[in-house]
């Protein structure tokens, strides 16, 4: 199983990103696909998911209203549009695929792991 992010980079606060996330290996379209984020001397976060179909959809709070969590099960991709960034969102980017079949946030329910895609917002 490879899932590959992209899409990172330097962005004044503000602006958007739009990560994505390509997999290979498994059955897309009955995983979960989540992203998480971890910054310098921080735990890693829980950022977006998305169920099977794309149709529910469960969002940290620190990102709410700002992020968007998408997959295109036709492409085996994920993607996650983020909008207003600002400083605090600077962290590296994971992407992950859980089995389960509700969405869900603790990352101890994500089986597979991409490595991640650096963000970095100045002010």
């Known amino acids: 199983v490879q899932l590959q992010a992209s899409g990172g980079g330097v962005v004044q606060a503000g602006e958007s990103l739009r990560l994505s996330c390509a997999a290979s290996?498994?059955?897309?379209?009955?995983?979960?696909m989540g992203w998480f984020r971890q910054a310098p001397g921080k735990e890693r976060e829980f950022v977006a998911a998305?169920?099977?179909?794309?149709?529910?959809?469960e969002y940290g709070d620190s990102v709410k209203g700002r992020f968007t969590i998408s997959r295109d099960n036709a492409k085996n991709t994920a993607y996650l549009q983020m909008d207003s960034l600002e400083p605090d969102d600077t962290a590296d980017y994971f992407c992950?695929?859980?089995?389960?079949?509700?969405?869900?946030?603790?990352?101890?329910?994500?089986?597979?792991w991409g490595r991640g895609t650096l963000v970095t917002v100045s002010s």
């Open positions: 290996g498994l059955t897309f379209r009955s995983h979960i």
């Open positions: 998305v169920s099977w179909g794309g149709g529910m959809t």
């Open positions: 992950a695929a859980s089995p389960s079949f509700l969405v869900v946030r603790a990352d101890s329910a994500y089986n597979f």
